[in-house]
């Protein structure tokens, strides 16, 4: 797949993305409670990154402060509120979400308690029309164990018409008491039919068939992952790093340092996180067919994992024990996280683990 220079792919954030794409049954669940007239006061939608957690709790947002006149499926952000809405500025909806940091440009790695302690004086006040204030908490897991605290102090005595629309990756991810007291709705990788629909309706649907197929087959069921990929224009170098994992014992020591210095010399960070969830998602696809069938094709092995799996990765999922491929893919993934958090160089982790890998395929 070429990379193509010229990419202008303009992500748009959750609050102005006028359709949602899948997640019928959620959609459902959230309308018909709000419709019935017994609304959770607290939901808390799950999934991997991208997957639309964040555009579905904003359709609810639309949804409840329109009085149910606009979305929830497709919203009309022509109308005063959903303007309101879209541009965070409407007084009875306030959001908390990690602030920037300055020098990086990229989001903080926590949401400070100070961010949480803001919602007990705003659902105090009367909403401006007699309805609901909603209070949308992106990443919610990004509260430390304080700033959860002060989440739960709300969420357990909720005034009245109030909602609270929680985003995180798992439940597991956030206290006991704060998930115990919430519709919890976990969501699902989308066909890959919705990832190409979201896609085309973004306007960032290649023109090549065969980049978009291979687009869709990384996302594994994430519009927003496949819309970053396309963004970034990184595949290529995510193809060229499999093909030297592939190439085993004829694989070369300049090549790989040369496609560790093609990620470390990307000057976003974005880029190499990118790269790295690649890397991981494929060695997690490889130890499920480990897991379920030795393979790919394996008695249990789903269709996209048969699909998304290279060469490599396969070799992986029919030499190495399953349960220690499994521990594998999960360290590998902690390591790259720690190299952005403690800010390890790049180049040096990226060649750790590539060399790693390819001892345990015994290349």
């Given at each position: 797949?070429?990379?193509?220079?010229?990419?202008?792919?303009?992500?748009?954030?959750?609050?102005?993305?006028?359709?949602?794409?899948?997640?019928?049954?959620?959609?459902?669940?959230?309308?018909?409670?709000?419709?019935?007239?017994?609304?959770?006061?607290?939901?808390?939608?799950?999934?991997?990154?991208?997957i639309g957690k964040a555009t579905l709790a904003w359709h609810g947002a639309h949804y409840v402060l329109s009085d149910g006149r606009?979305?929830?499926?497709?919203?009309d952000l022509e109308t005063p509120a959903a303007r309101l809405v879209a541009a965070e500025s409407h007084p009875d909806l306030i959001v908390l979400r990690r602030p920037m940091d300055e020098k990086t440009g990229l989001p903080r790695d926590t949401l400070p308690v100070e961010e949480a302690r803001k919602l007990t004086p705003f659902l105090s006040k009367t909403?401006?029309?007699?309805?609901?204030?909603?209070?949308?908490?992106?990443?919610?897991?990004?509260?430390?164990?304080?700033g959860q605290n002060a989440l739960l102090k709300v969420i357990e005595e909720p005034p009245p018409k109030t909602l609270i629309l929680l985003t995180a990756p798992s439940v597991g991810t956030l206290l006991t008491t704060i998930r115990s007291r919430c519709r919890v709705m976990p969501l699902g990788p989308l066909p890959p039919e919705d990832v190409r629909q979201a896609l085309e309706r973004l306007g960032a649907w290649p023109t090549d068939a065969r980049e978009g197929q291979r687009l869709v087959e990384l996302a594994r069921g994430s519009p927003g992952f496949a819309l970053r990929l396309?963004?970034?224009?990184?595949?290529?170098?995510?193809?060229?790093?499999?093909?030297?994992?592939?190439?085993?014992?004829?694989?070369?020591?300049?090549?790989?340092?040369?496609?560790?210095?093609?990620?470390?010399?990307?000057?976003?960070?974005?880029a190499f996180g990118l790269i790295t969830a690649l890397i991981v998602d494929m060695l997690r696809c490889a130890a499920r067919a480990a897991v379920?069938?030795?393979?790919?094709?394996?008695?249990?092995?789903?269709?996209?994992?048969?699909?998304?799996?290279?060469?490599?990765?396969?070799?992986?999922?029919?030499?190495v024990p399953a349960g220690h491929l499994v521990d594998l893919a999960e360290r590998i993934a902690r390591l790259f996280a720690e190299a952005d958090t403690v800010h390890l160089d790049r180049k040096t982790v990226l060649l750790n683990v590539l060399g790693l890998l390819k001892r345990e395929a015994g290349a």
């Open positions: 797949m070429a990379a193509d220079p010229d990419l202008a792919v303009t992500i748009p954030s959750s609050a102005a993305t006028p359709v949602l794409v899948g997640h019928t049954a959620a959609l459902e669940a959230f309308t018909q409670a709000y419709d019935s007239g017994r609304m959770p006061h607290a939901w808390l939608f799950t999934g991997r990154a991208g606009n979305g929830p499926r497709e919203v909403a401006t029309r007699g309805g609901w204030r909603v209070a949308l908490i992106e990443e919610a897991e990004s509260l430390n164990r304080t396309r963004a970034s224009g990184i595949v290529p170098l995510y193809e060229d790093i499999v093909a030297w994992l592939a190439a085993g014992s004829r694989g070369d020591g300049g090549t790989l340092h040369a496609l560790a210095d093609r990620v470390s010399r990307k000057a976003d960070s974005r379920l069938g030795g393979g790919p094709g394996g008695a249990g092995t789903s269709a996209a994992d048969a699909h998304a799996l290279p060469a490599f990765a396969a070799r992986l999922a029919a030499s």
